[in-house]
């Protein structure tokens, strides 16, 4: 019987850079071209339009100060573009803009293996950290994007439906028109820091399982689970651990002045557990036996 070959000791063919396989550009394009994602970034656009026509139909949100109720995101929705866009963020943060991040992540590996392409990548020869890498990348790149792309047409709609101005506050007082863009650009930038949970968990279970909709619903589960369980005030400080716990942290940035607090916490107890689990993804596929 003949030793088994050691292709890691093999030489490398003339030209062949390992740095080179599976560029960026063609990983986002096969990415591109699949129907979830279309699908995706429909559904995204497709919000704020929804929302504009519930307006319509059930009447402008009626609290105020006359009531004698506090205020919410959801009652000065129609006062501007910008008062549009941070409802659209308040009402999708929780769930919505959880399924694009389980999704591009959670999908990428593991439905490579249930093609049976996945060894074909590797016998390209793909190594197979830079395969993750390009892949991982590929996905974070896809989530931002998404998250980018609904308050990006919130803010045309909104424009379009109740004008330009100044945010609203729901606690008093307005943003100035000028400062709206980039308080809304820090609220999306927190919010995919705070996605890195959700999106290295996917990426994990999605090196260890042929079935993409494992991976990505075992991620959306286990996000649900999160928000279950910082539900329960009897653990008390015990729920600062949690990613949820901090998830809504980003209205600090819709204040007269920013308060930095609850996004640093939320984004260090976010990157930590995302950094962990990344780990794991790339040291298990790196051990991983690959038959499919």
Excluded at 216 to 237: K, R, Y
């Amino acid at each position: 019987m003949s030793a088994a070959v050691d292709v890691t000791q093999a030489p490398e063919a003339p030209g062949y850079r390992a740095g080179r396989t599976l560029p960026l550009r063609v990983e986002a394009m096969r990415q591109l071209r699949r129907r979830r994602t279309l699908l995706m970034g429909g559904v995204l656009a497709a919000l704020p339009f929804v929302l504009i026509i519930a307006f319509a139909i059930g009447g402008t949100p009626d609290g105020g100060p006359g009531g004698g109720e506090r205020l919410t995101l959801m009652d000065t929705a129609t006062a501007s573009a910008a008062n549009f866009a941070a409802t659209c963020l308040f009402v999708s943060a929780g769930f919505l803009l959880v399924v694009p991040v389980a999704l591009f992540c959670g999908d990428t590996v593991a439905s490579e293996a249930s093609w049976s392409s996945l060894r074909y990548l590797l016998a390209a020869p793909v190594p197979r950290n830079r395969l993750l890498w390009s892949k991982l990348v590929v996905a974070l790149g896809f989530s931002l994007a998404a998250m980018t792309l609904l308050p990006v047409v919130a803010l045309a709609a909104g424009a379009a439906a109740y004008g330009w101005g100044p945010l609203e506050l729901p606690t008093g007082g307005a943003l100035a028109t000028g400062d709206t863009v980039p308080r809304l650009a820090l609220v999306v930038a927190f919010i995919f820091v705070s996605q890195l949970v959700t999106a290295a968990l996917a990426f994990w279970l999605s090196t260890k399982t042929d079935a993409p909709l494992g991976a990505v619903g075992g991620a959306v589960g286990l996000t649900i689970v999160g928000n279950v369980l910082d539900a329960v005030t009897a653990l008390g400080s015990w729920r600062e651990f949690l990613p949820a716990h901090w998830q809504f942290a980003w209205a600090d940035a819709l204040q007269p002045d920013l308060e930095w607090g609850g996004m640093v916490k939320g984004a260090a107890v976010s990157v930590t557990y995302a950094l962990i689990l990344f780990a794991f993804a790339f040291r298990g596929f790196s051990r991983k036996d690959i038959v499919s």
